[in-house]
């Protein structure tokens, strides 16, 4: 049992929160953002005009991307940082399809399609080699997704250079994205994984430009209008799952994995089919507004190139003209930005004494949490009872951070979920505010005294304490009950109060 008597000076929440600051127009916000992504990308140029990063994966494609990227941000060709990037592209021997792609990308973002046809036609056809079943993957590894995505990008920038694209490779590439679309409409990153946005609007995107290379060729034609139906479903579950914010996770939850690569797949989905809305949503305003406050002081997003190239990809939309006065309203800008969130303390106590039970398995991945096999009101932990056909357990908790639950429980927690609970006592006289952090990877759920307190759908997320829920507790003793989602990977758990 904790006492909270002597840690409410660690765990109270302000009183008060703080007033909402008011907004500056979103395109004087997007544009200053993209001046300090690319002053960013410039600071981080290597001596050899490269951007490190991958390297061993994928020689050049960060380099490439990044001199993609400025030029997208509105940067001259004639630039000295574009054209140090694109002297070590045209040295770099490509090894990948992630790198071959992009680099067509930067070619035809170059708008001299003549003077590069020698290394896009070398591009184009590693692309038409390395297709296997319609499908694209790694060097060392199976088909997926993601690859396919890049490639069919590059397909497209090879097409609007004016090279020949083989009908065979675009009518088994239109084949092989309906094999990863689950039944809802979602489409998978590979077979036995859960739908993602990014993923579905990566696939849509890629229909998008099979489309648009297909045109006129019968034979891509007809498998598309085929698939119409299933086209219109992977339309109808993106537009219900789309949050700039949370990138879709199964049919309810969410993950903050490749957040950015999601939302610029997005940008290119509706980019090119010219799509300004989903449903009731502006996609780019939200996406833009969300992605400005959380851009960091240094211009990056993540404090990575990858993250803060594919940040600027999706801004890119707005006007990159400099505005003279940006500088100027610099110090203005960031007093309008939000306050960062509440973040836990060094010395916040971990609670490290617990009851646990489970684990109980879901039928849907992802979904465990919806249909509880008991009622929390009616829980009362004690070790070695029986509740809803399983044995309450002790668990001590690490000192120093969270535990695997697998290992904890001696048993494979996959695919479901676990109830932990522990006795609180607050001493305080009157009503304590309070917080409790979690560390966690997957869903959770979180009840005091048999009462839901906060929740969260976060799939495959970093498992870093940051995820939280804030609690009201008056003098006496409470119950604390932690339901804990393991959809894949470690069944990872850890609290601090």
Known sequence: MLSLALVALFAQAP??????????????????????GVKLLRERQQADGSWGGFEGEHPGGQTALATFTLLRSGVRRSDEAVQRGLRFVLDTEFKSVYSHSVRLLLLEALNDPAAWRDPADRSLDFLVQTQV????????????????????????????????????????????????????GGFRYEHGRMETGGITAASLGGLTVLAEIGEGRSAVEAVLKKRAKELRAGDDWMVAHWSPSQNAYGDVGWTPSFQYPYLWAVERWCGLSRRGKLGAHDWYEEGAAWLVDRQLDNGSWLDTNESTCFALLFLRRATVTQDPSSEVLDDELDALRPPKPLTVAGDVPRLREWLALGPWRSEIPGRGLEKLPFEPAKVSPREGAKFAKRDWRRVTLKADGWVNLDEALATECDGGFVALATWIDCSESGALDAHLWLEV?????????????????????????????????????????????????????????
């Not at 939280?468 to 894949?488: I, M, N, P, Q, Y």
């Open 441 to 497: 990877e997957d869903a959770w759920r979180v009840y005091v005294d048999g009462v839901l307190v906060g929740s969260s759908q976060r799939q495959q997320g970093a498992i870093d304490g940051s995820e939280s829920c804030a609690l009201k507790l008056t003098a006496g003793e409470h119950l604390l009950l932690c339901l804990v989602e393991d959809e894949r990977g470690a069944a990872a758990f850890g609290a601090r109060l």
């Open 133 to 184: 079943e319609g499908d694209w993957a790694y060097p060392w590894g199976a088909a997926d997704a993601s690859n396919s995505q890049f490639a069919l990008l590059g397909l497209r920038a090879a097409h609007r250079m004016g090279l020949s694209i083989p009908e065979a490779t675009l009518v088994n590439a239109a084949k092989a994205i309906f094999r990863l679309q689950d039944d809802g």
């Open 15 to 36: 009183e008060d929160p703080p007033p909402a600051p008011p907004t500056a127009p979103l395109s004087l916000r997007v544009n200053r953002a993209i001046t300090k």
